[in-house]
């Protein structure tokens, strides 16, 4: 993906998350409706100036935005998941999107992504929630997400490109500030939206929250999901902190240990 490419995605999201028409936009930022319009569809890229404007103006941080082609707000943000259209699909039980980012880059790697856009757009979702981190999505979509991963991609690329993204996410994220494993661990559990991971002795447990009910269908996806994301921490503890001989083991169906 071309730069302009990936920065009209943060133009759209920015502007549709603020609740802003594109006149609106456009007067925020000084410029005009055409302007904005350009942005928005790649046929125009902002200059240096523009780009500072634009990330001031909405609290966002410049260089990391701009590098991840993701907002990045300098203070978190509260999204209440209804600022973008997500067709059928309800907000009772949810996840963030940073919960399916090793799904995303998966899709990416492969260059599946224009397919799955085109399904999200034929239920009528909005591709853009892909670019906020934070924002609010559905439970459902975690799981079609991960049916849409699993028709299409053996369970062998699949453990490889989550793996490979979720250590790269957290050697950027946090490896410079973390001198431990367990501070790493620590970091694990605050992100989690269904998981309880607590340090044992050596071993780590990861546990599905118990308070949280879900129907079979629901449970079936986090079957897949918990399977995969437990492994890849695993293996991000293993290449953070050269640790050797870190295991992980079945407990049950929503349950995994991590030996170290």
């Given at each position: 993906?071309d730069?302009r490419?990936?920065?009209?995605?943060i133009?759209?999201?920015?502007r549709k998350?603020?609740?802003?028409?594109?006149?609106e936009?456009a007067?925020a930022?000084g410029?005009?409706?055409?302007?904005?319009?350009?942005?928005?569809?790649?046929?125009?890229?902002p200059?240096?100036?523009?780009w500072?404007?634009?990330?001031?103006?909405f609290?966002?941080?410049p260089?990391?935005?701009?590098?991840t082609?993701?907002?990045?707000?300098?203070e978190?943000?509260?999204f209440?998941?209804e600022e973008?259209?997500?067709?059928?699909?309800?907000?009772?039980?949810?996840?963030?999107?940073?919960?399916?980012?090793?799904?995303?880059?998966?899709?990416?790697?492969?260059?599946?992504?224009?397919?799955y856009?085109?399904?999200?757009?034929?239920?009528r979702i909005?591709?853009?929630?892909?670019l906020?981190?934070?924002?609010?999505?559905?439970?459902?979509?975690?799981?079609n997400?991960?049916?849409?991963?699993?028709?299409?991609?053996?369970?062998k690329?699949?453990?490889?490109?989550s793996?490979?993204?979720?250590?790269?996410?957290?050697?950027?994220?946090?490896?410079a500030?973390?001198?431990?494993?367990?501070?790493?661990?620590?970091?694990?559990s605050?992100?989690?939206?269904f998981?309880d991971?607590?340090q044992?002795?050596?071993?780590?447990?990861v546990?599905?929250?118990?308070s949280l009910?879900?129907?079979?269908e629901?449970?079936?996806?986090?079957?897949?999901?918990?399977?995969?994301k437990?492994?890849?921490?695993?293996?991000?503890?293993?290449k953070?902190?050269?640790?050797?001989?870190?295991?992980v083991?079945?407990?049950?169906?929503?349950?995994?240990a991590?030996?170290?």
């Open positions: 993906m730069t490419a990936k920065l009209s995605g133009f759209r999201a920015a998350t603020s609740g802003m028409n594109q006149k936009f007067q930022l410029i005009t409706q055409g302007t904005v319009s350009k942005l928005e569809n790649a046929s125009l890229g200059d240096a100036v523009l500072y404007q634009f990330c001031m103006s609290d966002l941080h260089d990391l935005t701009y590098k082609g993701k907002l990045f707000f300098n978190p943000k509260e209440s998941g973008l259209k997500m067709g059928r699909l309800n907000l009772d039980r949810f996840v963030t999107v940073k919960d399916i980012l090793p799904l995303l880059n998966t899709i990416e790697k492969y260059d599946l992504m224009e397919t856009e085109e399904e999200l757009s034929l239920r909005d591709r853009d929630f892909i906020i981190p934070d924002y609010k999505i559905p439970f459902e979509l975690l799981r997400t991960i049916d849409f991963v699993n028709s299409n991609l053996t369970k690329e699949l453990m490889n490109s793996v490979k993204f979720f250590i790269e996410e957290m050697a950027e994220t946090i490896y500030q973390s001198s431990s494993h367990k501070e790493f661990m620590s970091y694990i605050e992100q989690e939206t998981f991971i607590k044992v002795g050596k071993r780590f447990e546990t599905l929250i118990p009910k879900f129907s079979l629901e449970r079936e996806a986090l079957k897949t999901y918990i399977n995969y437990t492994k890849a921490i695993g293996q991000a503890l293993s953070l902190f050269s640790m050797k001989g870190v295991k083991t079945k407990v049950d169906e929503f349950n995994y991590i030996n170290v």
